[in-house]
């Protein structure tokens, strides 16, 4: 850019201060706005349905809105008075500060916040957008003054020194105000302002006072040093649109109303406080500045002003009364950050009005402000922006379109609709000045809050300006202006860096008018589409040249190819995006024609076009190109897809034609005889040629030539159905003619050039061969088509006659061909509207010819031909009861069904299913559906139910399972009848074992169907001779039977092991275990008596699991036996195991001595749970052979024992020692937990933000807790985080619990009575808050309770242990540990003694090493 900016209509004046001796020092620029003239409002009116596209929600009013004072005098951290209704605008994170010493951002990134807080990183929008900003040095001033910022109109720059310098829009210095006298008593210029007509000058001082100038004479106006209170700095001074009227705010955080007055030549200021710093101190104003086509609006009388403070935001009207309009809390926020307002005029819904942007941190609001009716003011909110960077600064560049300042001194160019980011760019290298030393009132001493003195660390207000669509940046030498790039320089610009394919695509996002920050644009769409379609064709004529200039003269063809291939799309697009196909087909081309691969590139690029039929209307040249290039690289599936989506008229026809066949493009040969000269008929010719010979000679068609015929028939189809092939349609006019034409060629009675020995009608006889069905499938569809004129009866009728001629008087078509014909005829004759005539005796050849007896091939194949004609309605053509003789005796069982099914003879068709052995498993549901769907009469029902009642050994042999629920289901009442007629065992089994064995997955509701015991009893019976080793499992899921009976039956088949299950079933326990006994003893015996054996001895292998048996039995009922019970069990069973040890001598042991003494020593330790040790042993010794002293042979059994007892005594000697080392470790914990010190976060309260060490009251006490929040006692107190228990003071941490609560602090009471405090428990320094009166707090040590840390290490424990019975235990523990009454942790009195939780059965000890935790 050149030296100045562009000076369309922008005036401006711009105040500044700035160091004339010492560059290094610290800057502020201000703005103000000379004239207005917006022009982006007319623009902003066309895109009105664009602009705010989410849904509005109205603020709603108050009856009574708030008075100032009333806001004033209420302190900031109450719930405001009137709040926006949207809870997501409070909802911003709370962030730990981390430090806030900041240097310059310019030069370094200490305290950057941003980086702790990255969220998403947008795309790169360069590609997207282009360089949405010009920025440019402005040298004249900052020649001349070193640092300074200018504008057009007039430039004003304050110094340190107190010097206000005013320049022309030449960037010459016209007026120098003040004198460094006056500097040395002020200080430095701190805000600067001019009014809108640039007469007057406002300067606000570092130590406080105001000076006003007049710009045209240079003269001190006033001077005013009573405006506001001593010692504190002007932070801002603004004009409002009224030129008597000015808001100042200064370090103190209070804000001031100054009124301009002249009475009788003296000129004075009156002041009027409108926000005091002790309420909150705000550090931003903003007053509403109307443009001058808007004077006129009805919202500038209010002379709205917007103020922000460290808490909120409030939007006051200083006319035609004081009002306070609206006041909006921020919520939680990183203290550090800077409070950012910006009006700016918009258009919505086509009103016009101003809309309010206010940011702290890295969201942005938007708020809409309306006038109603009533004068009433509407505030609404907009759709918000989150941001992944923290703000310093907000600049409205037009409506549409934002710049933001980030922390670390980057601009973000943001689409406000969309919050699209447009651009990025580093201004670093600016320099940027700070007013730190202002909001810290260095001059004055530095008596600001330290709240305060924190923001400005990075404000940067009187730095920067914005007017008429350009920013300007007052640096430490310099000064900048930003400003948007019209969409010729934005193009240009990608031009020179030479990005082509990003240049086009931006130029067509401003032709389709999708672009963002538009400037340069006017007039009516086709208009504004014309100029950009113009660039743009030329930019691709520079494109083209390029593509050649660059292309890689030597090298592989690949490398050259691969360069065209990203080049020439391209221009391909564009061209034909912009419907200049006149360009595309005669400069472009043949520009890229000089090279030979860049067109066969460009040919290639039309096909994807040409395909989608978006391309129509090429060259009779580039066709003929685009053909030969695709045959020359081989590619004809290629070259066919073209052909048939191209107007050929204008080529060769004739060599198109022999190009197709001889590369067998049909399709492609076909389209071209249609389209180029609209002949139907030799295609079809040229095929037939092809597929006739070897379908007329019996032999097998090659895959092309079945490609062919179905090419043939969907071709013949096409054509008699008015259809152009492969795609479109016919011409109406053509589509009878084509018709009759086809129709004429299919019944020729012999082909052209034929043969003598041609067989009549060839056309037809061929596609019937080659596929019946298909080919049928045809005709059928045509003559549907067909109006019932005279000629199209007739041309049925003629083919019909000629089906019949060809198929019947032949004998080399198959049965299926055959009813296909038959099947295609009765389907043509069953119509409503048939003109049709077939002789019925063909009918009956045909029925002969398909249930002839004599050949048995294709069985299936004929019934199933058979069927389809019936089902078409060829059943009108015959006798049905010759048809039903017929179909028996070729055994046609489906058409037997269905010639029943029509006379309803339903009973029959079970038949029919037995008979097939296809289809005979079907047979149970079709007796099924007839029984149970409705619409079959009770005779027919009846008749079915009969003939399954007779045929019921038959499909029980077929299937069991399915008979029985068929049985079930339908023949419940008559189940001893059917039983009676299963004469076979075997398949009464097989059926009872189905119905009665839930095992075997059929859904059968034993209830309803009520079988008596006897039949379940001769179940039982059959079970025990077929499958004996299934009893036991089957009884145990039986119902129904009677157990005296049962073990009548078990006994007789001997199976003991049932007959003891039944016993002990019935509850004869001791029978039950006799058998056991008796079957024991037998085993015993045999293994006694066996000579020499193997040691793998299957018998021992029986005698365990008898033993394991009985063993269980006598577990099983011990529990419910008295001692003498037991012992008349366990004790036979014992002896008996003992006995083959007895009488084996000892000198030579029983071979299985060994496995028998570890069988007993199993019976011993089993008896041990149930009877007495001393029993036990006084029964062994009491034995007449251990009597005699022979104790060797029982040492062993004792020995046995004892180390049993032994083992259960270490067990418990281990787990006491475990448990009293986990309570004496988890009583350490807690004891840790309880003494350790806490470790705040942050050194400032977490409710009044202020730094605990600021206030001096002595009753003020520092609360800690254990979460790292901070507060003051009486803060905590103001927000009802205290509560009495016991007569002591309890805190709850407010920031947690308010995250975490309702907000009923009844709940929140009731918690505390049950004993659960908020997890953030607190530490109070310097002591507890006892109630002094309270005889209860002096009682404490009687009735001791545990304190909130302690509760808190015990819900620690909790967690740790994961269980509740450690807790439990320690919670027993802790009540016994004396004889005092301690009152456990719920608040209720302690249990009694009984329910300890040691004496619980269902107590046990979870023994696991304590958890390792880091300290």
């Given at each position: 850019?050149?030296n100045?900016?562009d000076?369309?209509?922008?005036e401006q004046s711009?105040?500044?201060?700035?160091?004339?001796d010492?560059?290094?020092?610290s800057f502020?620029l201000e703005a103000?706005?000379?004239?207005?003239s917006?022009?982006?409002?007319d623009k902003?009116?066309?895109?009105k349905?664009?602009l705010?596209?989410d849904k509005?929600f109205?603020?709603?009013?108050?009856?009574?809105?708030p008075t100032?004072?009333s806001i004033?005098n209420e302190?900031?951290?109450?719930?405001?008075s009137f709040v926006?209704e949207d809870?997501?605008?409070?909802n911003?994170?709370?962030i730990d500060s981390?430090?806030?010493?900041?240097?310059?951002v310019a030069?370094?990134d200490?305290?950057?916040r941003?980086?702790l807080k990255?969220?998403?990183?947008l795309?790169d929008?360069f590609s997207?957008?282009g360089s949405?900003?010009?920025?440019?040095?402005?040298?004249?001033?900052s020649?001349?003054?070193v640092?300074?910022a200018?504008v057009s109109?007039?430039?004003a720059?304050g110094t340190s020194?107190?010097l206000?310098?005013i320049?022309?829009?030449n960037q010459a210095l016209?007026?120098?105000l003040?004198s460094?006298?006056?500097?040395g008593q002020?200080?430095?210029?701190?805000a600067?302002?001019i009014n809108n007509?640039c007469?007057r000058?406002?300067c606000?001082?570092?130590?406080?006072?105001?000076?006003m100038?007049?710009?045209?004479?240079?003269?001190?106006?006033?001077s005013?040093t009573?405006a506001?209170?001593?010692?504190?700095a002007?932070?801002h001074?603004?004009f409002t649109?009224?030129?008597?009227?000015?808001i100042c705010n200064?370090s103190?955080?209070?804000v001031?109303?100054l009124?301009?007055?002249?009475?009788?030549?003296?000129?004075t200021?009156?002041s009027r406080?409108l926000?005091?710093?002790?309420k909150?101190?705000?550090c931003?104003?903003?007053?509403l500045h109307?443009?001058?086509?808007l004077?006129?609006?009805p919202?500038t009388?209010f002379s709205l002003l917007?103020?922000?403070s460290?808490?909120?935001i409030l939007?006051?009207g200083?006319?035609p009364?004081?009002?306070?309009w609206?006041?909006?809390?921020?919520?939680r926020?990183?203290?550090?950050?800077?409070?950012?307002?910006?009006?700016?005029f918009v258009?919505?819904?086509?009103?016009?009005?101003p809309?309010l942007?206010?940011?702290?941190g890295?969201v942005?609001?938007f708020l809409l402000?309306?006038?109603?009716?009533?004068?009433?003011?509407h505030?609404?909110?907009q759709?918000?922006?989150h941001?992944y960077?923290?703000?310093?600064n907000?600049t409205?560049?037009?409506?549409?379109t934002?710049?933001?300042l980030?922390?670390v001194?980057?601009?973000?160019?943001?689409?406000?609709?969309?919050?699209?980011e447009?651009?990025?760019?580093?201004?670093s290298e600016?320099?940027?000045?700070y007013n730190s030393s202002?909001?810290?009132?260095?001059a004055t001493?530095g008596?600001?809050?330290?709240a305060l003195?924190?923001v400005?660390?990075?404000a940067c207000y009187q730095?920067?300006?914005?007017y008429g669509g350009?920013?300007f940046?007052?640096g430490?030498?310099?000064v900048y202006?930003m400003m948007?790039r019209?969409?010729?320089e934005?193009v240009?610009h990608l031009?020179?860096?030479?990005?082509?394919t990003?240049a086009l695509a931006?130029?067509?996002?401003?032709h389709e008018?999708k672009a963002?920050?538009?400037?340069?644009?006017?007039?009516d769409a086709s208009k504004r589409?014309?100029?950009?379609a113009?660039r743009?064709v030329e930019?691709?004529f520079?494109?083209?040249?390029r593509?050649l200039?660059?292309c890689p003269d030597?090298?592989k063809?690949?490398v050259?190819?691969?360069?065209?291939?990203?080049?020439?799309?391209v221009?391909?697009?564009y061209c034909?995006?912009?419907?200049?196909?006149?360009?595309l087909?005669?400069?472009?081309?043949d520009?890229?024609?000089?090279?030979s691969v860049a067109?066969?590139?460009?040919?290639e690029?039309?096909?994807?076009y040409i395909l989608s039929?978006?391309?129509?209307g090429?060259?009779?040249?580039?066709m003929?190109?685009?053909?030969?290039?695709?045959?020359?690289?081989?590619l004809?599936?290629n070259?066919e897809?073209l052909?048939v989506?191209?107007d050929?008229?204008?080529?060769?026809?004739q060599?198109?034609v022999?190009?197709?066949?001889e590369?067998?493009?049909?399709?492609a040969m076909?389209?071209?005889?249609?389209?180029?000269?609209n002949?139907?008929?030799?295609?079809?010719e040229?095929?037939f040629r092809?597929?006739a010979?070897p379908?007329?000679?019996g032999?097998t068609?090659?895959?092309?030539?079945?490609?062919?015929g179905?090419?043939?028939l969907?071709?013949?189809?096409?054509?008699?159905a008015?259809?152009?092939?492969?795609?479109g349609d016919?011409p109406?006019d053509l589509?009878p003619?084509?018709?009759?034409q086809?129709?004429?060629?299919?019944?020729r009675l012999h082909s052209?050039?034929?043969?003598p020995?041609?067989e009549i009608?060839p056309?037809?006889?061929t596609?019937l061969?080659?596929?019946?069905?298909?080919?049928?499938n045809v005709?059928a569809?045509?003559?549907?088509d067909?109006?019932?004129?005279?000629q199209a009866?007739?041309?049925?009728q003629r083919i019909v006659?000629i089906?019949?001629k060809v198929m019947v008087?032949?004998?080399?078509f198959t049965p299926?061909?055959?009813?296909c014909l038959?099947?295609f005829?009765a389907r043509q004759l069953?119509?409503?509207?048939n003109?049709?005539?077939v002789?019925?005796?063909?009918?009956?050849q045909?029925?002969?010819?398909l249930?002839?007896p004599?050949d048995?091939s294709?069985?299936?194949e004929r019934?199933?031909?058979?069927?389809?004609?019936l089902?078409?309605g060829g059943i009108v053509q015959?006798?049905e009861s010759?048809?039903?003789?017929?179909?028996?005796?070729a055994?046609?069982?489906?058409?037997?069904?269905?010639m029943?099914?029509?006379?309803?003879q339903?009973?029959?068709?079970?038949d029919?299913?037995l008979?097939?052995p296809?289809?005979?498993?079907?047979?149970f549901?079709y007796i099924?559906?007839i029984l149970?769907?409705p619409?079959h009469?009770a005779?027919?029902k009846?008749?079915?139910?009969?003939?399954?009642m007779?045929?019921?050994?038959?499909?029980v042999s077929?299937?069991p399972?399915?008979a029985?629920?068929?049985?079930?289901?339908?023949?419940s009442?008559h189940?001893e009848?059917?039983i009676?007629?299963l004469?076979?065992?075997?398949?009464?089994?097989?059926?009872?074992r189905?119905?009665?064995?839930p095992?075997?997955g059929?859904?059968i509701n034993q209830?309803?169907?009520q079988?008596?015991?006897s039949?379940t009893?001769?179940?039982?019976?059959?079970?025990c001779?077929?499958?004996?080793t299934q009893?036991?499992?089957?009884l145990?899921?039986?119902e129904?039977?009677?157990?005296?009976?049962t073990?009548?039956?078990t006994?007789?088949?001997q199976?003991h092991?049932?007959t003891?299950?039944?016993?002990e079933k019935?509850?004869?326990?001791?029978g039950?275990?006799?058998i056991?006994?008796?079957?024991?003893?037998?085993k015993?015996?045999?293994?006694?008596?066996?000579g020499e054996?193997?040691?793998?001895?299957?018998s021992?292998?029986?005698?365990?699991d008898?033993?394991?048996?009985t063993?269980?039995?006598c577990?099983r009922n011990?529990?419910n036996?008295?001692?003498?019970q037991?012992?008349?069990?366990?004790?036979p069973l014992?002896?008996?195991?003992?006995?083959?040890?007895k009488?084996?001598s000892?000198?030579i042991p029983?071979l299985?001595?060994?496995?028998?003494?570890s069988?007993?020593?199993q019976?011993l330790?089993?008896?041990?749970?149930?009877?007495?040790?001393p029993s036990?042993?006084?029964?062994?010794?009491?034995?007449?052979?251990?009597g005699?002293?022979?104790l060797?042979?029982i040492?062993?059994?004792i020995l046995?024992m004892?180390?049993?007892?032994?083992?259960?005594?270490?067990?418990l000697?281990?787990?006491t020692s475990?448990?009293?080392q986990?309570?004496h470790?988890?009583l350490c914990?807690l004891r840790a937990?309880?003494?350790?010190?806490?470790?705040?976060?942050?050194?400032?309260?977490?409710i009044?933000?202020?730094q605990?060490k600021?206030?001096?009251?002595m009753a003020?006490e520092?609360?800690v807790?254990?979460?790292?929040?901070?507060?003051h006692s009486f803060c905590l107190q103001?927000k009802?985080c205290?509560?009495e228990i016991?007569?002591?003071?309890r805190w709850?941490?407010y920031k947690?619990?308010?995250?975490?609560?309702?907000?009923?602090l009844s709940?929140n009471?009731?918690?505390?009575?049950?004993g659960?405090v908020?997890?953030s428990q607190v530490?109070?320094?310097p002591s507890?808050?006892?109630?002094?009166g309270?005889?209860?707090a002096?009682?404490?040590t009687s009735e001791?309770?545990?304190?909130?840390q302690?509760?808190?290490?015990f819900d620690q424990l909790c967690?740790?242990?994961?269980g509740?019975?450690?807790?439990?235990?320690?919670?027993?523990l802790s009540q016994?540990r004396?004889?005092?009454?301690y009152r456990?942790?719920?608040?209720?009195q302690?249990?009694?003694?009984?329910?300890?939780i040691?004496?619980?059965?269902?107590?046990q000890?979870?023994?696991i090493?304590?958890p390792?935790?880091e300290?």
């Amino acid at each position: 850019m050149e030296n100045e900016p562009d000076h369309e209509n922008v005036e401006q004046s711009l105040c500044a201060k700035m160091s004339e001796d010492e560059l290094n020092k610290s800057f502020n620029l201000e703005a103000s706005l000379s004239k207005f003239s917006y022009i982006d409002l007319d623009k902003e009116l066309e895109f009105k349905n664009d602009l705010i596209d989410d849904k509005e929600f109205d603020i709603p009013q108050v009856d009574t809105p708030p008075t100032l004072e009333s806001i004033l005098n209420e302190t900031d951290d109450e719930d405001e008075s009137f709040v926006l209704e949207d809870p997501t605008l409070l909802n911003i994170d709370t962030i730990d500060s981390h430090s806030y010493d900041t240097s310059s951002v310019a030069s370094s990134d200490s305290g950057d916040r941003t980086n702790l807080k990255r969220k998403k990183k947008l795309p790169d929008s360069f590609s997207l957008h282009g360089s949405v900003m010009r920025h440019s040095l402005l040298k004249g001033i900052s020649a001349q003054i070193v640092s300074a910022a200018a504008v057009s109109s007039l430039i004003a720059v304050g110094t340190s020194h107190g010097l206000a310098l005013i320049f022309d829009q030449n960037q010459a210095l016209r007026l120098c105000l003040g004198s460094t006298s006056v500097g040395g008593q002020y200080g430095a210029i701190s805000a600067l302002s001019i009014n809108n007509d640039c007469s007057r000058l406002l300067c606000g001082f570092a130590k406080g006072q105001i000076t006003m100038w007049d710009l045209a004479s240079g003269k001190l106006l006033r001077s005013i040093t009573d405006a506001h209170p001593p010692g504190t700095a002007i932070l801002h001074i603004k004009f409002t649109d009224d030129p008597t009227l000015a808001i100042c705010n200064d370090s103190g955080g209070s804000v001031f109303e100054l009124t301009f007055k002249r009475v009788m030549g003296v000129r004075t200021c009156e002041s009027r406080c409108l926000f005091s710093g002790s309420k909150g101190e705000v550090c931003c104003i903003e007053p509403l500045h109307s443009k001058p086509e808007l004077k006129d609006h009805p919202i500038t009388q209010f002379s709205l002003l917007a103020m922000a403070s460290l808490t909120k935001i409030l939007v006051i009207g200083l006319k035609p009364s004081l009002k306070v309009w609206m006041t909006f809390p921020y919520g939680r926020m990183d203290p550090s950050s800077v409070p950012l307002l910006a009006w700016h005029f918009v258009a919505v819904q086509n009103y016009v009005n101003p809309m309010l942007a206010f940011c702290r941190g890295d969201v942005v609001h938007f708020l809409l402000v309306k006038r109603d009716e009533s004068g009433a003011i509407h505030v609404t909110k907009q759709k918000h922006l989150h941001l992944y960077y923290d703000l310093i600064n907000f600049t409205w560049i037009n409506s549409r379109t934002v710049v933001l300042l980030d922390s670390v001194e980057k601009l973000h160019v943001i689409d406000r609709q969309t919050q699209e980011e447009l651009e990025t760019v580093e201004i670093s290298e600016v320099q940027l000045v700070y007013n730190s030393s202002h909001f810290k009132s260095l001059a004055t001493g530095g008596n600001v809050s330290q709240a305060l003195a924190l923001v400005g660390e990075k404000a940067c207000y009187q730095s920067i300006s914005s007017y008429g669509g350009q920013i300007f940046y007052l640096g430490t030498k310099s000064v900048y202006v930003m400003m948007l790039r019209s969409w010729r320089e934005r193009v240009d610009h990608l031009l020179k860096q030479d990005c082509l394919t990003e240049a086009l695509a931006l130029a067509w996002s401003f032709h389709e008018g999708k672009a963002k920050a538009v400037v340069g644009l006017s007039g009516d769409a086709s208009k504004r589409k014309a100029i950009v379609a113009d660039r743009m064709v030329e930019i691709l004529f520079h494109y083209a040249d390029r593509a050649l200039k660059k292309c890689p003269d030597q090298g592989k063809i690949q490398v050259m190819e691969q360069h065209f291939q990203d080049m020439v799309p391209v221009i391909v697009d564009y061209c034909l995006l912009l419907q200049r196909k006149d360009l595309l087909f005669s400069q472009m081309y043949d520009k890229l024609s000089e090279n030979s691969v860049a067109k066969g590139v460009f040919l290639e690029c039309l096909e994807p076009y040409i395909l989608s039929d978006k391309l129509v209307g090429i060259t009779p040249q580039v066709m003929k190109d685009l053909i030969v290039h695709f045959q020359d690289k081989k590619l004809m599936e290629n070259v066919e897809a073209l052909i048939v989506h191209m107007d050929i008229t204008s080529l060769d026809i004739q060599q198109v034609v022999l190009m197709c066949w001889e590369n067998r493009l049909y399709d492609a040969m076909i389209y071209v005889y249609n389209r180029g000269m609209n002949e139907f008929i030799s295609p079809m010719e040229k095929l037939f040629r092809v597929i006739a010979p070897p379908l007329n000679a019996g032999r097998t068609l090659t895959d092309e030539q079945v490609v062919m015929g179905n090419k043939l028939l969907v071709y013949i189809s096409c054509c008699l159905a008015g259809r152009a092939y492969p795609l479109g349609d016919i011409p109406e006019d053509l589509v009878p003619l084509v018709k009759n034409q086809v129709f004429e060629f299919l019944i020729r009675l012999h082909s052209a050039e034929a043969s003598p020995e041609e067989e009549i009608y060839p056309y037809i006889r061929t596609l019937l061969h080659f596929d019946t069905r298909e080919f049928l499938n045809v005709l059928a569809l045509t003559f549907e088509d067909f109006k019932n004129d005279k000629q199209a009866v007739e041309y049925q009728q003629r083919i019909v006659d000629i089906l019949l001629k060809v198929m019947v008087e032949n004998s080399d078509f198959t049965p299926s061909q055959v009813g296909c014909l038959f099947t295609f005829l009765a389907r043509q004759l069953a119509k409503p509207d048939n003109t049709l005539f077939v002789n019925r005796t063909l009918f009956d050849q045909v029925l002969e010819f398909l249930c002839s007896p004599d050949d048995d091939s294709r069985h299936s194949e004929r019934q199933q031909v058979l069927l389809e004609l019936l089902q078409a309605g060829g059943i009108v053509q015959f006798e049905e009861s010759r048809l039903i003789r017929m179909a028996e005796k070729a055994e046609f069982y489906q058409i037997c069904e269905f010639m029943y099914e029509r006379e309803h003879q339903y009973d029959k068709i079970i038949d029919c299913y037995l008979r097939d052995p296809l289809r005979e498993e079907e047979v149970f549901n079709y007796i099924h559906n007839i029984l149970s769907i409705p619409g079959h009469s009770a005779e027919e029902k009846q008749s079915v139910w009969q003939k399954a009642m007779d045929h019921i050994e038959e499909l029980v042999s077929l299937k069991p399972c399915k008979a029985a629920e068929l049985v079930a289901t339908h023949f419940s009442g008559h189940i001893e009848t059917v039983i009676k007629k299963l004469q076979n065992q075997v398949l009464l089994f097989k059926f009872l074992r189905s119905l009665l064995d839930p095992r075997e997955g059929i859904h059968i509701n034993q209830e309803l169907l009520q079988i008596s015991p006897s039949i379940t009893e001769q179940f039982i019976e059959l079970l025990c001779q077929f499958n004996p080793t299934q009893v036991i499992e089957t009884l145990q899921v039986l119902e129904c039977y009677r157990l005296e009976e049962t073990i009548q039956i078990t006994q007789k088949y001997q199976l003991h092991e049932v007959t003891a299950y039944l016993l002990e079933k019935k509850g004869d326990i001791h029978g039950a275990f006799l058998i056991m006994l008796e079957r024991l003893q037998s085993k015993l015996r045999e293994i006694t008596h066996q000579g020499e054996n193997t040691k793998e001895d299957p018998s021992l292998k029986d005698v365990e699991d008898t033993m394991v048996e009985t063993i269980a039995l006598c577990q099983r009922n011990s529990h419910n036996l008295n001692q003498q019970q037991r012992e008349a069990l366990w004790f036979p069973l014992l002896e008996a195991m003992m006995a083959p040890q007895k009488l084996s001598s000892s000198a030579i042991p029983h071979l299985h001595s060994e496995a028998l003494k570890s069988l007993t020593m199993q019976v011993l330790n089993s008896m041990a749970a149930f009877i007495a040790l001393p029993s036990i042993l006084q029964r062994i010794l009491q034995d007449p052979v251990y009597g005699k002293g022979k104790l060797g042979e029982i040492q062993g059994l004792i020995l046995g024992m004892l180390d049993t007892f032994n083992y259960e005594q270490t067990l418990l000697e281990t787990t006491t020692s475990l448990l009293n080392q986990d309570l004496h470790w988890s009583l350490c914990n807690l004891r840790a937990s309880v003494t350790r010190g806490l470790n705040p976060k942050q050194d400032y309260c977490s409710i009044c933000l202020q730094q605990y060490k600021r206030r001096q009251e002595m009753a003020d006490e520092i609360i800690v807790f254990s979460c790292g929040h901070l507060y003051h006692s009486f803060c905590l107190q103001n927000k009802e985080c205290t509560m009495e228990i016991e007569g002591q003071t309890r805190w709850t941490c407010y920031k947690c619990s308010s995250s975490n609560k309702v907000g009923k602090l009844s709940e929140n009471s009731s918690e505390i009575k049950k004993g659960r405090v908020t997890p953030s428990q607190v530490k109070i320094s310097p002591s507890y808050h006892q109630s002094k009166g309270d005889p209860t707090a002096k009682k404490g040590t009687s009735e001791p309770i545990l304190d909130p840390q302690q509760i808190q290490a015990f819900d620690q424990l909790c967690r740790l242990y994961r269980g509740s019975s450690r807790l439990a235990l320690l919670t027993e523990l802790s009540q016994n540990r004396s004889s005092e009454s301690y009152r456990p942790f719920s608040g209720s009195q302690s249990a009694p003694a009984f329910n300890s939780i040691f004496q619980n059965e269902n107590f046990q000890l979870q023994l696991i090493p304590p958890p390792v935790t880091e300290d």
